[in-house]
């Protein structure tokens, strides 16, 4: 095809012409995650995604931070952002201002993200422990579970791709 | 909601019953990936998507390496791999095959993920290095240009992360 590669500046305006005038009405809560870099990972890709807050919980890492700084790559001052002590009790006041809660996990109940609806938003998407996943207490705040549904024969994602996968594929559904 | 979590061979029952016969007509092609993290990580994805096959080309680390197995976590003996010094051998070879080339990558061409038909496939997607992107020589080879629509200010996605959330998006293309 021997197009041209687009470069920096190029890049910005391609970005600002698809960008909406006001963030994405989602939230993203992140249960007790341990890794640094995951978080910093997450960051990063909340930042493309455009999303309207990221709440950081319990053992989670925050900046200003080292390591997360590593992978977020200068996005901590691009998102809107918060620290609760207690998941349960940012979800709880997300639930007062309106959000639907969907922890993003394989159960039972759990649906795959295609069939999230534009009328569930605004969303609070709840991203657990990269090993415990989403305690007890807050399943039972939650109102919708929902899964990316794996085909291969043994392993799960790495956290921050669930992350990535698990974000644009909802913002593919309000449109 | 008060359900329960899935764990070990839950979690295997109910993947079997998604997972295809055959493994989806995608084959993945990483050109020049400098982070054997990032390979790895990409591995743990790519048997999640249960794609057809891996091919590294050029300077991208394959097994067996200490830093790709950490982030691969088991994987590499799940999905089928090779190995090729250029890429674009590899992609003659699968041209020849009868596979449609896509490459990932911002550019005044590019088409979003979601324009990808099912007639597109078999699809070989292409991979670029974290910074440099994809040759120039391989650009020339390819069918298509496609890519994550971005509405943040500043940053892109990290290699994994983006591969992610390509792979996934192909692959809700096919049904």
């Known amino acids: 095809m021997g197009c041209k590669k687009l470069e920096g500046e190029e890049i910005l305006k391609k970005w600002r012409k698809i960008r909406p005038k006001e963030r994405f009405p989602i939230t993203v809560i992140l249960d007790n995650i ?22 950081l919980c319990g053992i989670t890492p ?5 390591k997360l700084e590593k992978t977020a790559l200068g996005t901590t001052n691009l998102i809107p952002w918060i620290y609760f002590e207690k998941t ?8 007062k201002e309106g959000f639907k809660v969907a922890v993003l996990e394989i159960t039972k109940q759990s649906i795959p993200i295609q069939k999230i609806k534009p009328e569930d938003f605004p969303l609070a998407l709840v991203i657990g422990n990269e090993v415990t996943g989403v ?19 043994k392993e799960s ?5 669930a992350f990535g996968v698990a974000i644009f594929g909802l913002i593919e559904r309000l449109f």
Do not use: W
């Not at 925050?62 to 080292?66: E, G, S, T």
């Open 34 to 55: 341990r890794s640094a870099y995951n978080v910093g990972s997450i960051f990063r890709t909340a930042e493309c995604a455009y999303i309207s807050k990221l709440i």
């Open 62 to 66: 925050y900046p200003p931070h080292p």
């Open 88 to 95: 349960v009790e940012a979800i709880k006041v997300l639930k």
């Open 135 to 153: 305690d007890e207490e807050v399943f039972a705040e939650a109102d919708l579970i929902i899964e990316i549904p794996l085909y291969g024969e």
């Open 157 to 161: 994602l790495n956290v921050a791709v």
